[in-house]
């Protein structure tokens, strides 16, 4: 048995690490700003944008990276992207206005999801792309075009349920969407509707790690193109949806070695690692190990923008040629809807230690200023490791390894942080701050709330002046991608 | 010697002897246990058929399909199994990762099911999990079905407890081996195995090798997969080794290279664990000793897998006239022409018009008057020589003019003089306006 800390250290890009470097700053962020306060960081995600752009340039695509706004309700990553090469993904009239309000421009938003009137209203009346669902809500747009005289949308149909010939490959039940084989039916009100609607494409969104997958319903979707294209209409976009992923560990062996000891764990076979024993989807029956591993595949050597590269380089199964080779052949471009691996290192959670209470065995219970909604990593089932910045900036005697639980704010059993036993390299102390990084996309707002009227975090939008200097920051509402301070130096009648 | 049936061919393998020239033990005489000479190349042929025979006449009464969860062996003798006794067969996956095994599945008739891969968006909540759901459809009341179920059932061992070890007993003047080192992957062969040669000698050492978590090696499982094989009993194994990928074709290589055994990658990792753990006790040993591995199955399966890994293994000589060979002054040199120059040459000098893409994409839209010859196909004419007179000219089409100008370069070198390269592709040509048919 290994008794070693199980660590799970976080993989942090030079910004990321540059900021948790700067804990004094942190900290009176989080003294001024209060408990829990999310931080984010601007610049990375145009990084990340370019970095999808330049797989997009390897394989001669034109096209879109749309960034799925819902993986983060902040301002700031939104408008950072505005003077970015990279559009925007909005799924509620909320998204739409904000998106519009940051500056973008129709030609780069598209509207995804389930959608009620009058987001359909503003996405027609704005003129942005429409990732149409499913015929019923075509026949809406369509009804509203013509009933407000608004000018024709642009649409994209979502396709799922994909077949292939051979072996059989399986996916998930998908509530979105219209299956390929209603795609006739799908394209005949589409003849009806030539004068409300210009379809431009189609496209699919799966939820699945499996490149595999997407490649079937790429596939899919090039032959659905030429559906379209034989009744007459001219489809230019294949929109391959998200789900590209991100890497949160900097090391494959503590993950590695991490699910190795769970494993053992839920067989008995060492003490548990996990607050009454939850064995994350794996449980022991009759001494075989039963469930599958219900935790998000937190070591991913291929994630992000090489993902898609990976994808666009993988030959198709039955037309042999890559996927990628084949929408440049078709003259199609490539519409992506990443939100999770645009939003990779893009921001922090902070929340400060209240509490540190011992226990006589096992690991001691650390009480947070946030609950778990503030941090929703546990909701996707990715176990990273906080960062520990210490109040008084650093060491009083040498540090030791401390295994510990993360506990809520909230007057509930059930509001842990994590059920998995934490290894922080040293015991905290009440006033210290943990650092949740890489939270930007899904973990970090998108399960907030106000439960028992404890505060919501703020966030705040940081750089650092000149790349190098002092770190300065401003609230998230008030981040623009301009550096002015006032209006330009009149020097007045002297002309 | 003379069969009535195939399957009466399965078992009573040969045990190879291991030139110790190529393994390097002094005192420890290291011998394969060929179970890739199996009719149906594997040494699942032996659980798959004592797992099947007895529910077969039944299956067919009631016209079941039999079903298991097999990512490559077990399968194949079981489509094979199937096959002969007019059933139809099912392989249900998350594994199958070498291609060349699931198209002799889909050759030998079977039907490939490949679950889905993990959730991007996680739900833990989700009872959802495929092979539970899997699980539940079979269990239906009315599920036409005959569930091998490898992982769980008891005459999976059996054959081997019946067949492979005894086998090896003879094989050695009735004697166990002092070592008996297996790959685990239904855990079947090595629990079986090590029941018999325990059973005859109490004493023999049973080394379990599993796969390291990096990277896969067909047919075996890594140190946390082996838990959820119900046959998988720890205390089975005095030890379990980890083996790597690079492990499993470096010992491949020398079974095949050097020992005239064309064992693939599951047999390599057993030799390799093998030597690596009988090394470090060869110097210490007194008297002889004998140890015995498993060579699983063939090499053939797994080109891809080794091209994938070392490319190096299966490199070819250098083509003649190919465009990789051309330099970048070459490829610049190419004539190109701009898209209204081209229409106006298309129209005086009518050159022959090659577009380079793909049949799918030419048949959705391409210039009139094209000839569509796909890049790979081209690529292979040219290596015979040019594939058209040096009087016509030629203008050479690609989605962005990359590609056409390195054949434009390419048919250049090889002395034609006036071939052109479309500047900027279909793509500018679109873009320009000209036209675009589909027909």
């Known amino acids: 048995m290994d008794t070693a800390p199980l660590y799970l250290e976080p993989r942090l890009a030079p910004r990321l690490a540059a900021l948790l470097g700067a804990a ?30 330049s797989v997009y340039r390897r394989h001669h695509l034109g096209g879109q990276v749309y960034f799925a706004h819902k993986a983060n309700r902040s301002r700031s990553l939104v408008r950072r992207l505005t003077t970015a090469d990279a559009a925007v993904d909005v799924a509620s009239l909320g998204e739409l206005q904000r998106a519009l309000g940051a500056g973008f421009t129709a030609d780069r938003i598209m509207a995804t999801g389930p959608k009620d009137p009058a987001f359909l209203w503003l996405a027609a009346r704005s003129g942005i792309t429409v990732n149409a669902d499913g ?25 799922r349920e994909f077949e292939t010939s051979g072996p059989r490959t399986l996916s998930r039940r998908s509530r979105f969407g219209t299956s390929v ?17 210009d379809p431009v494409g189609v496209g699919y969104h799966l939820d699945t790690t499996s490149p595999d997958e997407k490649a079937i319903a790429l596939e899919g979707c090039l032959r659905a193109m030429d559906d379209l294209r034989s009744r007459g209409f001219q489809p230019r976009a294949l929109d391959v949806g998200g789900g590209f992923g991100v890497g949160y560990l900097a090391h494959a062996a503590q993950w590695d070695r991490y699910t190795s000891e769970l494993t053992a764990a839920v067989m008995g076979r060492r003490p548990p690692l996990t607050w009454g024993g939850h064995g994350y989807g794996l449980h022991a029956e009759g001494g075989t190990l039963r469930g599958a591993l219900s935790l998000y595949p937190a070591h991913r050597p291929v994630a992000g923008a090489a993902y898609l590269d990976a994808l666009l380089s993988q030959p198709a199964r039955t037309l042999g040629r890559p996927l990628g080779t084949l929408l440049l052949e078709s003259l199609y471009d490539l519409y992506t809807e990443p939100g999770r691996a645009l939003a990779d290192q893009c921001g ?111 966030a705040v939008a940081v750089h650092r002046e000149g790349g190098e200097g002092t770190w300065r920051w401003c609230l998230d509402e008030e981040y623009w991608p301009v550096q002015e301070y006032g209006p330009i130096n009149d020097p007045g009648g002297q002309s | 010697m003379r069969y009535d049936s195939i399957t009466e061919a399965i078992g009573n393998t040969p045990l190879v002897r291991i030139d110790p020239a190529v393994h390097g033990l002094s005192r420890i005489d290291l011998y394969a246990k060929l179970e890739m000479l199996n009719p149906f190349g594997s040494v699942k042929d032996r659980a798959a058929w004592n797992m099947a025979r007895a529910g077969l006449p039944g299956a067919r009464e009631r016209r079941e399909t039999i079903v298991e969860l097999s990512s490559g062996n077990t399968a194949k003798a079981l489509a094979v199994i199937a096959g002969m006794h007019g059933l139809p067969f099912k392989s249900v996956t998350n594994r199958m990762r070498i291609p060349e095994v699931k198209d002799l599945l889909l050759l030998l008739g079977a039907e490939i099911e490949e679950l889905p891969g993990r959730s991007e968006c996680l739900d833990p909540m989700d009872t959802e999990d495929p092979l539970t759901l899997f699980h539940q459809r079979l269990n239906q009341s009315g599920s036409a079905h005959l569930h091998t179920d490898q992982y769980f059932n008891d005459l999976n061992t059996e054959a081997h407890e ?64 082996v838990h959820e094989v119900g046959l998988f009993d720890p205390a089975t194994y005095d030890e379990i080794e980890p083996v ?65 890994r070392r490319p190096e293994l299966l490199g070819r000589p250098r083509v003649r006239n190919s465009v990789t060979a051309l330099s970048d002054t070459e490829v610049r040199a190419a004539r190109v022409i701009e898209v209204a120059d081209a229409q106006k040459w298309l129209a005086s000098e009518r050159p022959l018009l090659i577009d380079l893409r793909s049949s799918f994409a030419y048949a959705a839209l391409h210039i009139d008057g094209s000839v569509n010859i796909v890049d790979e196909l081209f690529d292979e004419l040219l290596r015979g020589g040019l594939p058209f007179g040096k009087r016509q000219p030629v203008l050479l089409a690609c989605p962005v003019g990359e590609q056409s100008a390195r054949y434009a370069a390419l048919l250049t070198r090889m002395g034609h003089p006036d071939v052109r390269s479309l500047a900027g592709g279909i793509i500018a040509w679109r873009d320009a306006g000209a036209p675009l048919v589909r027909d």
């Open chain 1, 24 to 53: 004094p700053f942190l900290h009176a962020l989080v003294d001024a700003l209060g408990s829990p306060l999310n931080v984010l960081v601007p610049e990375q995600i145009a990084e990340n944008a370019a970095g999808f752009r």
């Open chain 1, 135 to 159: 015929p019923g809500e075509l026949e809406a747009l369509a009804a509203l075009v013509r009933r407000y005289a608004l000018p024709r949308p642009r649409v994209l149909l979502r396709l």
């Open chain 1, 181 to 197: 084989k209603a795609l006739g039916p799908l394209l005949d009100l589409l003849e009806r509707h030539r004068d409300s609607l």
């Open chain 1, 348 to 458: 922090l959670t902070l929340a400060r230690v209240l509490e540190v209470r011992h226990q006589d065995a096992g690991p001691a219970l650390v009480r947070l200023g946030m609950n778990a909604n503030d941090v929703t990593l546990e909701d996707h089932g990715i176990l990273v490791d906080p960062v520990l910045l210490p109040r008084n900036g650093g060491s009083t005697g040498p540090p030791e390894p401390a295994a510990v639980h993360l506990m809520g704010n909230l007057c509930l059993e059930a509001d842990l942080i994590t059920r998995r036993t934490v290894f922080l390299p040293r015991r905290p102390q009440p006033g210290d701050v943990l650092a949740f990084a890489n939270t930007a996309g899904y973990c970090m707002d998108f399960g907030a709330t106000r439960a028992q009227q404890q505060p919501v975090a703020r």
């Open chain 2, 162 to 225: 019946r067949g492979t070890g005894p086998e090896i007993v003879a094989d050695l003047d009735g004697r166990a081996p002092d070592w008996f080192l297996a790959c685990v992957g239904t855990a079947g062969s090595s629990t079986g195995v090590a029941r018999a040669l325990r059973a005859h000698d109490p004493a023999v050492r049973v080394i379990g090798l599993v796969g390291e978590k990096s990277d896969f090696i067909p047919g075996i499982r890594n140190i946390d997969e």
């Open chain 2, 244 to 308: 790597s990928a690079d492990d499993a074709i470096d010992g491949m290589l020398t079974l095949v290279r050097r020992c005239g055994i064309l064992a693939g990658p599951t047999g390599g990792a057993a030799y390799r664990g093998a030597v690596r753990h009988l090394t470090a006790l060869d110097a210490g040993l007194t008297e002889r000793k004998t140890a015995v591995f498993i060579v699983c199955d063939r090499v053939e399966s797994y080109l891809g897998y080794v091209k994938q």
